[in-house]
């Protein structure tokens, strides 16, 4: 089974920077990982998605530009970069281990559980105006 433990939330103000990281008890160079988040009230979106290697990425809309995903298979890590925090960013993110290769920015409600190898518990993330 799978574990995947997210770190690196906390409460900052808007404009500023975190960097939430993910330690996979497995080996995950040949998988495509992501990251969700969910806001209270809202369902659940990918934000964004790495695939084996490090230069097939995706991102909603709503934080190209801003946030950066990448891994380091060595340390069996993912990453999410995220800069120019906004209040609307605020949320719980997960990462995700995927059994599917996205390209492009997948829907979160078009999964279901047999889609991901496993997810954490999330690290909660509140960006104040």
């Known amino acids: 089974q799978v574990h995947l433990k997210e770190s690196g939330g906390g409460l900052v103000q808007a404009g500023d920077s975190l960097r939430l990281s993910c ?6 160079t040949t998988w495509s990982m992501g990251w969700f988040r969910q806001s209270p009230g809202k369902d659940r979106e990918f934000v964004a998605t790495i695939n084996e290697g490090t230069e097939d990425t995706h991102y909603a809309d709503s934080v190209r530009g ?10 069996n890590t993912v990453y ?3 800069d120019s925090l906004k209040p609307e960013d605020t949320a719980v ?5 995927l059994n ?4 492009r920015i997948p ?3 078009d999964y279901g559980p047999t889609d991901f190898g496993g997810w954490g518990q999330g690290t909660a993330v ?3 105006s």
Do not use: G, N
């Open 23 to 28: 330690a996979i008890s497995h080996t995950v």
């Open 66 to 75: 801003r946030f950066t995903i990448s891994r380091d298979d060595a340390k």
């Open 80 to 82: 999410l970069q995220m």
């Open 93 to 97: 993110y997960y990462c995700a281990w």
């Open 100 to 103: 599917f290769r996205p390209e």
């Open 107 to 109: 829907r979160y409600s």
């Open 126 to 128: 509140t960006v104040s």
